[in-house]
């Protein structure tokens, strides 16, 4: 199956990162998701299972739980779902513990999917067969931990394509939400900074340096001045994660010199359908790069002689 362009360049946030907590349970709670588990499992009709609520008595909490629309049956069982580094004993108690308070809740005992993030088993990586099964592909995800897709041996798998996907869309809007509640947070510690230095400024007539309101004053800045530091760090090593890198600065002209001054039509349609999309500053070098892994722009041997090309192109 052919990989949509955008997923070609995407990066799975580093604190989202496949296998782990976050990044699962997103993913094992979308609906299209949970439609093609329990079609593996049950061979049930979509939209048949949803999810429910994992807390369980004495502070416990597991990971995804699915239970039918309709009303628990024997056809119709709860299905537990783990997302687990390790297996161990300690964990198996804990999964026995489960076990037993979903039976207590619904009557039935549920079934039980686990999937290992630790290892990923070779037989997955040698799958000859061009659709995994929604189950094996989940724990191929799962297992690898790859943010991007093009670092997995089967990224043309449909499922595959399917997960990176989600994981693009749902994490755009966690990521969004994240830096919306920083900028606030600096704009919020930028005005009372602002504030307490009009109070210094008032106060600097009246009363002595050394007087404790001066001390609350200057503490308040100070305080102030640090959150707002930061927060815009965070802010700017998450652009790294978040957003299109800055573009490297051109290079020396003798290199334009030795550059093919043609592109095929596949390579401009290429360039131009994702320009189209684009939005924000376009880093040539990463798009080089992304290009490159799927077969174009092999006469160029980086983003700014590709740059220069495609200006000719557009001038001519």
């Not at 049930?44 to 739980?65: A, F, H, Q």
Request: net charge neutral; aromatic share 10%; glycine share 4%.
């Amino acid at each position: 199956m052919q990989i949509p362009e955008d997923l070609h360049l995407f990066k799975i946030p580093s604190d989202y990162r496949p296998g782990d907590d976050k990044l699962s349970k997103i993913i094992l709670s979308n609906s299209t998701i949970i439609d093609q588990i329990l079609k593996s499992l049950l061979d049930v009709t979509p939209g048949t299972y949803t999810t429910d609520n994992t807390e369980w008595p004495n502070d416990l909490r597991s990971d995804i739980l699915y239970v039918p629309r309709i009303g628990i049956s024997s056809s119709l069982p709860p299905i537990l779902i783990e997302v687990q580094k390790r297996i161990d004993q300690t964990f198996m108690a804990k999964l026995i513990t489960y076990s037993i308070n979903v039976f207590m809740r619904y009557k039935f005992y549920p079934i039980v999917l686990i999937f290992c993030v630790d290892t990923v088993n070779q037989a997955v990586i040698n799958e000859s067969s061009a659709n995994m099964d929604p189950i094996v592909a989940i724990q191929y995800f799962f297992g690898s931990q790859q943010r991007t897709i093009m670092a997995l041996d089967l990224y043309d798998d449909v499922t595959i394509i399917e997960l990176y996907t989600i994981a693009k869309n749902e994490t755009e809007k966690h990521v969004g939400a994240s830096k919306s509640q920083l900028n606030a947070l600096t704009t919020i510690c930028s005005a009372s900074e602002d504030q307490f230095k009009k109070i210094k400024n008032i106060l600097k007539d009246e009363l002595p340096a050394n007087s404790k309101a001066f001390r609350y004053v200057n503490q308040g800045i100070d305080y102030h001045s640090k959150l707002k530091r930061k927060y815009e760090e965070i802010i700017f090593e998450d652009k790294d994660e978040t957003t299109t890198p800055m573009e490297e600065p051109a290079e020396i002209k003798v290199i334009e010199s030795v550059v093919q001054s043609s592109l095929t039509h596949e390579e401009i349609t290429f360039i131009e359908n994702f320009i189209s999309k684009k939005n924000g500053k376009m880093s040539w070098k990463t798009f080089w790069e992304a290009g490159s892994r799927v077969g174009y722009f092999k006469r160029y041997r980086n983003g700014e002689s590709l740059r220069v090309t495609y200006a000719r192109v557009r001038k001519d």
